[in-house]
């Protein structure tokens, strides 16, 4: 697919979007005039550059946004780029809550669309915390040093999916609702999915 060409997938996500339809369709067109290809992952447009993730367009209840893969990396000289959630290590957000907000920042949009093609060109990499880094729930280890096998079923998933389990087992506030989570996820690892499989 080269530069600019509209995909399909696309199309069909706005025609069916029953929600942040026009802010989508602005968005697409401000991503576009970027010269970045467009394509479709995650269930979302997402727009690349020479193959690279650059940004994504994505809707949520009470706002949409562009999430910028690289966002950590890129300047924010007006300051509007959101870290979504704490355990977010690398990606940022610019949230709009109407059509005519981003009519209004269109200029400085793709101002940051260009800094992160220029970040992505650069090949900086946000250096990511390692999975020992992240909270060992004492549940959890507790599970691991009596079952050799889920030992050796969470050792052996991918980092990605290691810190998954991790962050969600350590979410929980009470020891109880850690060991359930446990307990209904066991299998899930042995199996050797991550949780979202």
């Known amino acids: 697919m080269t530069e600019n060409t509209l ?8 025609e069916r979007a029953t929600k942040w339809r026009e802010e989508f369709r602005r968005l697409r067109a401000i991503a576009l005039s970027c010269d970045l290809a467009e394509d479709f992952k995650w ?6 550059a020479g193959g690279a993730n650059v940004v994504l367009i994505h809707g949520f209840k009470d706002y949409c946004a562009f999430l910028f893969f690289k966002g950590a990396l890129m300047p924010d000289p007006k300051d509007i780029l959101v870290q979504q959630t704490e355990n977010v290590q690398a ?7 109407s059509a005519p907000q981003i009519a209004d920042m269109a200029e400085d949009l793709e101002a940051y669309i260009r800094a992160a093609i220029a970040v992505e060109k650069s090949g900086q ?10 909270t060992m729930p ?10 050799a096998a889920l030992k050796s079923a969470f050792e052996a998933l991918t980092p990605g999916r290691q810190r ?3 962050l969600h087992f350590s979410s929980a506030k009470q020891a ?15 199996e050797g999915k991550g949780l979202d499989d």
Not at 43 to 48: A, E, H, I, L
Not at 91 to 97: G, L, P, V
Request: charged letters at 30%; a positive charge; hydrophobic letters at 35%.
């Open 7 to 14: 995909n399909p997938k696309v199309d069909a996500y706005l």
């Open 43 to 48: 269930g979302n447009p997402c727009y690349t």
């Open 91 to 97: 990606a940022r957000q610019i949230r709009f809550t």
């Open 125 to 134: 990499t946000v250096e990511m915390k390692k999975t020992a880094d992240f």
């Open 138 to 147: 004492q549940e959890f280890q507790a599970k691991l040093d009596g079952d």
């Open 164 to 166: 998954a389990y991790l």
């Open 176 to 190: 109880k609702t850690r060991e359930v989570r446990i307990e209904k996820l066991a299998p899930k690892i042995l």
